[in-house]
């Protein structure tokens, strides 16, 4: 089993970049893909990014395709986001998770192990 926290959320300006974090804990941490999700208030979790096991390979929603960079360090068994010129409609709650499958999913389903998320509030 896979326990996740999130943390670096906080309140910033539009064009304000921010990086979230995810601890994981177990020692199996590079046996999962990770993603991260958002669920603006009011509206259904959306998925964000996705990096491999070892950290080859990335994948990202199209909304934040070029402002987002995720990452990951197996020996910390810590995966990153790293947000940059941030809009008001990057207000969400930003989960992490991690999935057993073999490939990069943007599937909700697809994931076995969520975080409780930590909040991200971007003011215009």
């Known amino acids: 089993q896979v326990q996740l926290v999130e943390s670096g959320g906080g309140l910033v300006q539009a064009g304000d970049s921010l990086r979230l974090s995810c601890a994981a804990s177990g020692r199996t941490f590079s046996s999962y893909i990770m993603g991260w999700f958002r669920q603006a208030p009011g509206k259904e979790h959306k998925f964000v990014a996705g990096?491999?096991?070892?950290?080859?390979?990335?994948y990202y929603a199209d909304l934040v395709k070029g402002r987002f960079t995720i990452s990951r360090d197996n020996a910390k068994n810590t995966v990153f986001l790293q947000m940059a010129s941030l809009k008001p409609e990057d207000t969400a709650v930003y989960l992490c998770?991690?999935?057993?499958?073999?490939?990069?999913?943007?599937?909700?389903?697809?994931?076995?192990?969520w975080g409780q998320g930590t909040q991200v509030t971007v003011s215009s």
């Open positions: 998770a991690a999935s057993p499958r073999l490939a990069i999913t943007t599937l909700l389903g697809g994931y076995s192990y």
């Open positions: 990096i491999s096991r070892r950290g080859e390979y990335t």
